[in-house]
Each structure stands twice: as C-alpha cells, then as structure tokens.
C-alpha cells in the first residue's frame, strides 16, 4: 500500500530561519509527487509536481528536491507569509486519473 | 473564473439527516474529486470522476455515502444517515485532462451533532 509520511508534523521559524521540510514516500511506481500549501479555512493549493530522482523546482523562498526514496522543500529566508501547512502527495504509475496520496501533512509558522 | 465553488460553507445537523454536498468544477475541467479532510486521518480521497462517469470509489467510508455527477457543471455527496464520526471538512477538487495540478474548492464544514 502507497504511503506517505511528514516530518516534522510542526516547524517553527524566525523571520529568515532556513529549513527543510521531509516526505518519504513508498510507492509501487511513481508518477509523480505534489506538494500542496494550505492556509487556515482554506482548500490546498498546489505548488510542484516532481516525476523523478533528481529533479528540482523553484518558486520564490521556496524549492522542492526529489530522491527515490523522499522529498524535500526548502524554504530559504522565509517570511512571516510562507506560514501554513505544507502537504506532499504522491500518484502512482498504476494510476492515469490523478489519484493522490497525501501526507499528514507539516504546519509552518514563521514570526516576525 | 470562480474557481471550484462548493455550498454550503457550513452545515450543521443532527445525527441521522440527511447531508447533500454540492460542487461546481472550473469550466472546462472533467475530472473531479471528493476528500474529505481530519485532525485524525488528515486528507482522504473518497471518490473521483473522470467525464462525469465514477472512477473510484474505494474511498467512500460507508453505504451510507453516496455520490453523483450528473453533468459537467455540478457534483453531490450525500451522506444518509449523518453521524458525529462524519464531522470533517469535505473537498472538492477538479482537473483538466492531462494536467497535473487539482484545483480545491474552499471546503464544506460539516458538524453532525
């Protein structure tokens, strides 16, 4: 069975605090892994696709790596409005309809 | 565009009404999806559409949900019996064939009280 798995389930930042946010994903076949941000009260909102090892994906403060095995998002000098939850999702290779997988997902707040 | 509408906003009922969902997906856009949304479970996917036809349903919890898409404009869940179990807040999303990025709805909040 596909999963996938957040870490840390909450993060803590200082205005311009760097970090890292982890997904590691076991899949029969990847077609692809999403990463989705959600504010409060609000639905996902998509951010990345990524299809294989290696590949990277930039969008201001933040960026989005991809190994076999897991994925990361980068968030470089972040401000007090990159504060929200951050969701990975992976779509297996047996799936063509866009099934997704979420994590439980990583709660980020920034202060100023 | 609007972006995927969903109504109500909010619902609160009892347990054992009736609760039907609604969702307009972006113009366009044929494929469609339900989750629902936990503090426990966190984002679920319960069933999707492609073309207006079920997909997949594996997700639905119970007989007591059921769903519809009966054109391109307009999907429902409906849950018959409600109970407390089913608060959550209920998605919608859609997609265009071929793309990658589901566009969310803003979520339905359901209380079975």
């Known amino acids: 069975e596909d999963q996938v798995t957040q870490s840390p389930e909450a993060l803590r930042l200082q205005e311009g605090e760097s970090s890292s946010l982890n997904c590691s994903y076991t899949v029969s076949g990847l077609r692809g892994l999403f990463w989705y941000r959600q504010d409060p009260g609000k639905g996902p909102e998509f951010l990345f696709t990524l299809y294989s090892a290696g590949e990277e994906k930039e969008k201001e403060r933040l960026k989005a790596t991809l190994t076999k095995k897991e994925s990361f998002l980068h968030i470089t000098a972040p401000k007090p409005e990159d504060s929200a939850t951050y969701l990975c999702?992976?779509?297996?290779?047996?799936?063509?309809?866009?099934?997704?997988?979420f994590g439980a997902g990583t709660q980020v707040v920034v202060t100023p | 565009d609007a972006g995927v509408i969903q109504s109500p906003r909010h619902e609160v009922t009892e347990m054992g009404q009736e609760v039907t969902l609604r969702c307009k997906p972006i113009s366009g856009h044929n494929s469609l999806f339900w989750y629902r949304q936990t503090m426990m479970r966190g984002l679920e996917l319960l069933i999707y559409?492609?073309?207006?036809?079920?997909?997949?349903d594996s997700g639905m919890p119970e007989d007591r949900f059921s769903a519809k898409m009966p054109n391109a404009s307009f999907s429902t869940l409906k849950i018959q019996p409600s109970e407390p179990r089913d608060s959550a807040v209920y998605f919608c999303?859609?997609?265009?064939?071929?793309?990658?990025?589901?566009?969310f709805g803003p979520g339905t909040r359901l209380t079975v009280l």
């Open positions: 999702a992976v779509q297996a290779t047996t799936d063509s309809w866009g099934k997704l997988q």
């Open positions: 559409f492609n073309n207006n036809v079920p997909i997949d």
């Open positions: 999303a859609t997609r265009l064939a071929g793309d990658n990025e589901q566009f």
